[in-house]
């Protein structure tokens, strides 16, 4: 083989820093080193970046996953809120007659400590009554059933009331039924 033509097949290149013959230190050549400085940078730099781009995704999924999480729970909550405001509902009629029986004196003896067992539930479940007498009357929270006049009123009132009003997590469950006043 010519030196032109150098052999193919496996090449070595000793870069051990001192001479296993002599064991003097060897010099660096500057060219290849600083070539070598530049390929490490470039590989660093691509590292760097890639490492930013991760970064970034995995904060991307973790802001989606929090605002998964929130949105979730706030469905839950309005889930729960709308099926017990579909009992208390579904008891409003339930607690008509234990309203009327105390109008009427005949809540008394172990019907009274029911009544008032399934109020005080209904009530711990955050069922709020609503429509009085002598109240500004507000068309979406009263339904009226028969109107008066009467001197001296700036706008109109509830003049009596026929059937109370109830809502639950400021959902109107049932209107109050009520006579209205004006001028």
């Given at each position: ?36 400085e ?28 929090a ?84 001197e ?32």
């Amino acid at each position: 083989m010519s030196a032109e033509h150098p052999e193919e097949g496996v090449r070595v290149n000793d870069r051990r820093r001192i001479d296993p013959e002599t064991f003097e230190v060897r010099e660096q050549a500057t060219a290849p080193a600083s070539s070598e400085e530049e390929v490490l940078e470039q590989d660093l730099s691509a590292a760097d970046a890639k490492v930013a781009e991760l970064t970034d995704d995995l904060r991307r999924v973790h802001a989606e996953y929090a605002n998964y999480r929130k949105r979730v729970e706030r469905d839950r909550e309005v889930a729960r809120d709308v099926t017990i405001g579909g009992v208390l509902t579904e008891l409003l009629p339930i607690i008509d007659d234990v309203e009327r029986a105390r109008e009427h004196g005949e809540l008394e003896g172990a019907f009274k400590t029911v009544g008032e067992a399934l109020e005080a539930t209904c009530a711990k479940l955050g069922l709020e009554t609503f429509g009085a007498a002598d109240e500004p009357f507000d068309p979406a929270i009263h339904e009226a059933l028969t109107s008066e006049t009467r001197e001296g009123l700036a706008g109109p009132v509830v003049a009596s009331v026929y059937q109370r009003g109830y809502r639950h997590a400021g959902r109107v469950l049932r209107p109050a039924r009520v006579a209205v006043a004006d001028a």
